[in-house]
């Protein structure tokens, strides 16, 4: 079992259930161009779920991978939007470090769904 696959799939199942939990902080990060925004918390909270389980189990693992790093650059604008916009996450508004942090940690989760899915192998042999 590999160890990373289930801490990151996890965290990605916790956060999509929080979705569901308490919708409402995440509609608030909505960009407001986009339409219908509680359905789309609701959709990208079920994509979590299920990239979060998917991950973990090794079958599944390189297309979940794949798709959870797509995932992870479509939902940049609402951090973005963030930033932007001066828009508070659960009643806590971040400084330029606080945005520029989690563009970081953003991609640092894209970079970690790709070396899963074994797009990146950091000089590993390839097979």
């Known amino acids: 079992m590999n160890l990373l696959a289930v801490v990151y799939g996890l965290a990605f199942i ?3 259930v929080e979705h569901f939990r308490e919708p409402d902080k995440f509609v608030e990060i909505v960009p407001a161009f986009l339409p219908i925004p509680l359905m789309l918390v609701y ?3 079920g994509m979590e779920i299920a990239g979060g389980l ?3 189990y090794p079958e599944t693992r390189v297309l979940a991978g794949r798709l959870l790093a797509l995932f992870l650059v479509g939902v940049y604008p609402a951090n973005l939007y963030m930033w932007t916009h001066d828009v508070a996450f659960n009643g806590t508004r971040f400084d330029t470090v606080g945005h520029v942090l989690r563009l970081v940690a953003q991609l640092l989760l894209i970079v970690a769904a790709l070396y899963l899915s074994g797009d990146l192998n950091f000089g590993k042999n390839a097979s």
């Open 14 to 16: 916790m956060i999509g």
């Open 43 to 45: 959709i990208t909270g």
């Open 54 to 56: 998917a991950i973990i």
